[in-house]
């Protein structure tokens, strides 16, 4: 009868370790990525829209990870920070939402890179590129109008709370084909 104790409390704490697993993973995504949509208005004298991942680096504070999106209907791809222009890749909330050192990015496969950044003296944002101004001085460059929000993601207690569910499923179920006798006890398997 011992046997069948000891496996009943080696199933609780495994049970009890699993739920715990499960909610440090779910808090986990909570802040391991953030998501933003974006608009740019006269960016290349045209308009571009996307959404960016970013990482939290310091309450309101966030360094672009990613960027899908397109100017004209080309792909943009992301520039490491220092990639052109000494652009940061950080973002911003509550607005201005970037920095004199900007977010860049290329098109048509590299051959033009773009920088948006904020100027401060001017208050306005600013878009340069590699074929228009060259190396992007501060103060250089077109006015756009940038603009970014918050894109829905998924609601990390929704999954909790789903996770929840399933575990609760599970040990009803268990209970059950238990009191029925359908699971073999550690006593019925050493006989």
């Known amino acids: 009868m011992s046997k069948v104790y000891a496996l009943k409390g080696s199933l609780r704490w495994f049970a009890r370790f699993f739920a715990v697993l ?3 993973g779910c808090a986990q995504s909570v802040y391991a990525q953030t998501y933003f949509d974006f608009t740019c208005t006269g960016c290349g004298g045209t308009s571009a829209s996307g959404e960016v991942t970013t990482s939290l ?33 950080l973002l911003f909330t509550p607005p201005p939402s970037l920095d004199v050192d900007g977010l860049s990015f290329s098109i048509l496969s590299g051959s033009i890179l773009y920088n948006i950044y904020y100027d401060s003296g001017l208050g306005e944002y600013l878009e340069c590129n590699s074929v228009d101004d060259g190396g992007c001085e501060t103060g250089a460059g077109t006015v756009v109008q940038f603009s970014l929000t ?7 207690g929704t999954l909790v709370l789903f996770g929840s569910g399933l575990l609760l499923l599970g040990a009803m179920l268990r209970r059950k084909l238990f009191a029925k006798g359908a699971l073999p006890t550690v006593s019925g398997l050493l006989s």
């Open 22 to 24: 499960v909610l440090v």
């Open 57 to 89: 680096v310091s309450p309101g504070e966030y360094l672009v990870t990613a960027l899908s999106g397109a100017q004209d209907g080309d792909a943009m791809t992301l520039l490491a920070p220092g990639g052109y222009a000494g652009n940061d890749n």
């Open 150 to 156: 918050p894109a829905p993601s998924p609601e990390p």
